[in-house]
């Protein structure tokens, strides 16, 4: 439902107030019984008669005034109110843009269903009456007035966001609530987002206290105002109670204006809201249309207020047609297609025409704009003229109606603004030495000191206190979660974790849990014996270990040694820790090509050949002083698979054809594995030759399982663990050992069958994967895919070893060749670990019991890891078995056992400790929103194969709605329904949530294909916090002014932050975008691209050219480092507005409504704050 079309509601929770009629509402045009009429789902495609005069279909909408929330630092409450105006040009949706459609049933369908089959409304909600309301029933009479009504110029300071006047004395919660006297100083404050219309007419109470000034943007506008009930002939701002704007002056509060005020209507015939909430009276209604609708300059002039309404246009034509959008018509738009269009026709991919309504499904907008038509930005001037309206209204057939009303974004909580605050307060060091403190969030560069609990770096939790009792972690329902990185790589200037060697008698560890020795072990008796801090049992300390303790009772020797001092840690393991009890050989590296003919015409067997000429002499080393240990050797396959012997006595490689796949088996021990600097001249005679060989090949069949089985048989004969590079480019439909059918079908998406396309389609990967593991031998997969591969299937292999999946579709070696290169040149050069094992323990009272990520397990406890590299997570779900102690606090052990690339066997250990609270408060005062969400996406990618994507959206929303109302119930001050408060930590976990909904894997739009959902699935499942945070939020930064090191600070994601006269750099951890505005200044194109026009700039270029000018140097710094930040290499496509590859681009403006249905952010919000409602009610 959306802010446009209220609901109107008879109090905050529906109950009838004593001393006011309940108002009947006739049935409507559409027939509907009164007085509840259904719910109709998001927007209607449907339009009702013309109203009676004097209606406005669309709810009038308070402004809103904003109050500073004394003696608070929790919470954000956020206006739902006030609205924002599209161009007065286009013809006024009458149901209001479409609410939202994210929930809707079926194949994607974009707007709401037919009025023919209603949805059934939610159990607990409020009259709604889309279209006209029969106004001619009985209206309850209301007060003429609760006290003095303010004078005009009170009204004027107010409207104008300057507050002069006096007010009356304030109250704890800011403006629009007033608790009894008794009432204790709210715990939370910032975001109320707002209340219904608090009839506050006068100036809003000066604090007493000092507020704190929260974030910038959003202290400025409303937020989301949701179903509070609109007064009746008069409209007032909602209140919005947040810690006032940082120019505040203490003690000082302000108000903003939000846009012209509404059309004062009758929209409402319900009554007001008790008096009890309102802290100031509204005036009599006969003053109503005395307010001078005072605009902020940015906003259309407001015209014809006063007067009726004239009709909507004939209901003859429904504003969008609801359904996916044509697939011929658009481009690719997942992130895994967006840099590879299919070659084909140049005119293949024609933007759609303009059409008078919007083909996709997007609901009315104007250039991505949701609401208040902001002024156009300097050099914007709003849609573009001859635009093909891909997400707007359709020109006006009828004069100019008057504006509608929309939340204004800028008055919602903002990404961006969390972000440049938190970077702001961040000077010093985050030390890790207190419990519980939560640290800088990953969007902020910030130096780490290890002083006993492991980095952020390495671990982040969901919540740095934990809620001591099951129940209380029932009722909150904020998950309990580790994300864990445990070969995380550390910038230069933080000290990577020291080495410990005890010695033969191998790491200390307690005798009953068996954690590691860390700090939270207490010495006793003199230092002879210590008490676990995971299960309190006493061990004996061995006799070359003991140390005399201070007074303190701290060893003497604490500081010297890192197990007792430090967070992370490595001991080096003995031989007990070994496989067989016997020391591990160096790991080896096998490439295996595809030499198929998709693979040879496409150049990657080439590029591939060339590239490892070079490549050999990077494999990872722990020295860089000396030649690396790991050995590699080389496979090529198509049906039959080819062995080399390129032992270093040979003269010429030599070949050996295994043609029964049936029966894989290695056909040579001595020479397939060999030291690359022993054989380096066999190896590159091997490599010329390659692509000689297989030049002429008319082989199109490949098989899969055999080539990896080849692998694993390979690195059993030399007993030894490892890695398989594979590169491979289509489905195995050869006859062989996993052989593989298309099963692609677009029918099922969006029926409860879809979660089959993302299951294994054979069992024969899984148990292959099962032997790898054992093996410690790791796949990682390279696709080269023109058509459907299987991923999911294909994925099993390479995701249960630890290992990682590439994907280059439509791959052409001019275009694709730096991206995959440099893909190849990080995984083959990484830091790895092999053949790992990972346990975490917990101290009494919590448990690990589910785990996320690229792992194998064959038991509740042990994560299996055939290779670890530095880039990937696991996600740890914690749950209560006992109470936990808010003195003792909670403590987590991560101890990963692996092979390091030089053969040593080692033990690194990561300790975490965190707080515990028995009051909500002290948990929501201390979550991290980005792991939360980073939880949260891998649960719900995770849930796909066994539940259909609709239900895994529902019940995200719906726990997300659990989180916030019970943060509502228990921790916010009292105060009206209308506002949605949120806490202040957790105040961007709408927009991040609704990030994760509209994500291509949740509600694909009609061109990602099965295949790019299943490497999305795959890929996200071992992203860390930093990487998902991107992935679900892009960066979004402005090219203006490129000065000293600092970078520009980003905008909002959305279409209407874009100035038609700029150029911005979009980053989604997967791509780079370079959109250049139709009317970006000269200077700046020469600049940048070498060219003065718009025109001249090639969109094709993946490149920027290097020009000796500063701009131009430092924007290549830019996008470098942005590269150098991410484990997949971005490819940069250059975008011109207006051009066909906008709509990919438009895909990450994730805080606008997108073409596969996702609500924009507004609407969500609204959303999101009717499902709070109904669960508060």
């Known amino acids: 439902m959306n802010v446009n079309q209220q609901t109107p509601m008879a109090s905050p929770y529906g109950q009838p107030q004593p001393g006011y009629g309940q108002p009947s509402y006739a049935p409507l045009g559409g027939g509907y019984p009164a007085p509840y009429a259904p719910y109709n789902g998001p927007a209607s495609a449907y339009q009702h008669g013309a109203p009676p005069q004097g209606y406005s279909p669309y709810a009038s909408f308070p402004s809103k005034a904003v109050a500073a929330n004394p003696v608070s630092d929790l919470s954000s409450p956020v206006d739902l109110g006030p ?147 609109p007064p009746p002939q008069q409209t007032f701002p909602p209140s919005f109670s947040s810690a006032g704007p940082p120019s505040q002056a203490p003690g000082q509060q302000q108000s903003f204006p939000s846009g012209p005020p509404p059309v004062p209507q009758s929209t409402y015939t319900g009554p007001p809201p008790p008096t009890a909430q309102t802290s100031f009276p509204p005036p009599p209604s006969s003053q109503a249309s005395s307010f001078p609708p005072t605009a902020p300059p940015s906003t259309a002039p407001p015209a014809q207020y006063p007067g009726p309404m004239p009709p909507p246009g004939p209901p003859s034509q429904p504003p969008f047609q609801s359904g996916p959008p044509p697939q011929s018509q658009l481009p690719p738009t997942s992130m895994a297609q967006a840099n590879h269009l299919p070659p084909g026709p140049p005119g293949a991919m024609q933007q759609p025409p303009p059409q008078s309504g919007m083909q996709g499904g997007y609901p009315p907008q104007q250039n991505g704009a949701f609401g208040q038509v902001r002024g156009p930005q300097p050099g914007y001037a709003g849609q573009y003229p001859g635009q093909p309206s891909y997400g707007g209204p359709a020109p006006a057939p009828a004069p100019a109606a008057p504006s509608q009303k929309r939340l204004d974004p800028d008055s919602i909580p903002s990404p961006i603004q969390v972000i440049e605050d938190d970077k702001a307060k961040t000077s010093e060091p985050f030390t890790t030495g207190v419990r519980g403190q939560a640290p800088p969030l990953v969007t902020t560069n910030f130096q780490v000191k290890d002083q006993g609990n492991a980095s952020p770096r390495f671990v982040r939790c969901t919540a740095y206190n934990m809620p001591c009792t099951a129940d209380m972690a029932r009722q909150s329902q904020v998950p309990m979660a580790a994300v864990i990185k445990p070969l995380a790589t550390l910038p230069p200037d933080e000290t990577p974790p020291y080495i410990v060697d005890h010695g033969e008698g191998g790491p200390i560890r307690c005798n009953r849990c068996k954690a590691y020795m860390c700090p939270y072990m207490q010495f006793i008796e003199g230092g002879r014996r210590f008490q676990c801090g995971f299960c309190s049992c006493v061990t004996d300390v061995p006799p070359h270990y003991f140390q005399h303790l201070d007074h303190t009772g701290k060893r003497v020797d604490c500081y010297d040694r890192p197990e007792l001092s430090a967070g992370s840690y490595e001991f080096l393991a003995t031989v007990d820790y070994c496989k067989n009890n016997k020391l591990p050989q160096p790991p080896a590296y096998i490439f295996l090509i595809d030499v198929s003919y998709n693979a040879v015409k496409s150049g990657m067997v080439n590029i591939v050949c060339q590239e490892l000429k070079t490549l050999l002499d990077y494999l990872p080393r722990e020295n860089p002083d000396t030649d690396s240990v790991v050995r590699v050797g080389f496979i090529t396959y198509n049906k039959v698979l080819h062995f080399y012997n390129v032992k270093s006595s040979l003269a010429q490689p030599q070949m050996l054809v295994v043609s029964d796949v049936s029966d894989m088996f290695l056909p040579l021990l001595d020479g397939f594995l060999v030291n690359v600097s022993e054989s380096r001249v066999v190896i590159e005679s091997l490599l010329e030759q390659i692509p000689e060989m297989f030049a002429d090949t008319r082989e199109t069949e490949t098989v899969f399982g055999p080539v990896i089985q080849a692998g694993l048989e390979a690195l059993k004969a030399a007993d030894c663990a490892g890695k398989l590079f594979v590169f491979h480019t289509s489905l195995p439909i050869a006859e062989a050992p996993g052989k593989l059918k298309n099963r692609e079908d677009k029918k099922l998406v969006g029926t409860d069958k879809e979660k089959s396309l993302f299951q294994p389609q054979v069992g024969f990967y899984g148990s292959l994967a099962k032997e790898c593991v054992a093996q410690g031998c790791c796949v990682d997969l390279f696709l080269f895919p023109n058509q459907y591969v299987d991923v999911a299937t294909l994925g099993v292999v390479p995701v249960s070893t630890g290992g990682s999946i590439y994907k280059y579709t439509y791959f052409q070696a001019q275009a694709d060749c730096e991206r995959f290169l440099n893909d190849l040149r990080r995984d083959v050069q990484k830091p790895m670990g092999f053949d790992a094992v990972m346990r975490v323990r917990t101290s009494t009272g919590i448990r690990a019991t589910d785990f996320f990520g690229s792992f194998y397990m064959s038991n509740t406890t042990d994560v299996e890891l055939a290779g670890l590299d530095c880039d990937k997570t696991v996600t740890v779900e914690f749950r209560h078995d006992d109470k936990l102690s808010e003195e003792t606090g909670a403590l987590m052990q991560c101890a990963v056992l692996y092979t390091s690339c030089s053969g040593q066997r080692r033990l690194r250990v990561h300790n975490m400790a965190v707080n515990c609270c028995f009051q909500l408060a002290d948990l929501y005062r201390n979550c991290e929103t980005d792991t939360i969400i980073n939880y949260f996406s891998k649960y719900a990618y995770r849930s796909v194969l066994t539940t259909p994507t609709k239900t895994v959206r529902d019940t995200l929303v719906n726990q997300c709605a659990q989180i916030l109302s019970c943060y509502r119930k228990n921790c916010a001050s009292p105060s009206s329904a209308g506002q949605l408060i949120l806490p202040e930590c957790m105040k961007l976990l709408p927009v991040y949530l609704n990030c994760v909904l509209k994500s291509d894997m949740l509600l694909p739009g009609g061109d990602v294909s099965l295949d790019d959902r299943a490497y999305l699935r795959q890929l996200l499942s071992c992203m860390d916090v930093a990487e998902s945070h991107l992935f679900f939020y892009p960066r979004l930064l402005p090219l203006v002014k490129l000065e000293g090191d600092s970078l520009p600070v980003a905008v909002r994601n959305s279409e209407e932050r874009l100035s038609k006269g700029g150029v911005y750099l979009l980053e989604t951890g997967l791509h780079l975008f370079l959109w250049v505005g139709a009317n970006a200044q000269q200077e700046l194109l020469l600049n940048i691209f070498g060219t003065p026009t718009f025109s001249q700039i090639d969109p094709n270029m993946t490149s920027l050219p290097i020009l000796d000018n500063p701009f131009s140097q430092r924007l290549t710094e830019i996008v470098e480092s942005f590269r150098a930040q991410r484990s997949r290499y971005m490819k940069l496509m250059v975008v011109k507005q207006e051009d066909k590859a906008e709509l990919i681009f438009k895909h990450f403006l994730v805080e606008d409504k997108s073409g596969s249905g996702g609500a924009s952010y507004v609407d969500f919000l609204c959303h999101m704050h009717k499902e709070i409602r109904q669960l508060l009610s």
């Open 83 to 229: 609205a924002r105006a599209p161009p007065t040009s286009a013809p006024p949706a009458v149901s209001s843009s479409q609410g939202y459609s994210q929930y809707s049933q079926g194949d994607i369908q974009n707007g709401p269903p037919p009025v023919a089959q209603p949805m059934q409304r939610p159990a607990v909600s409020q009259p709604y009456t889309p279209g006209a309301m029969n106004l001619s029933g009985p209206h309850p009479s209301y007060p003429q007035q609760y006290a003095v009504p303010p004078s005009m110029q009170q009204v004027t300071n107010q409207m104008t966001g300057m507050q002069i006047g006096p007010g009356p004395p304030p109250t704890p919660a800011g403006p629009g609530y007033a608790p009894p006297l008794t009432s204790q100083p709210p715990i939370s404050a910032a975001y109320s987002v707002a209340a219904p219309p608090s009839y506050t007419q006068g100036p809003p109470p000066v604090s007493a206290d000092p507020p704190q000034p929260p974030p910038h943007s959003e202290a400025g506008g409303p937020q989301p105002y949701y179903g509070g009930p």
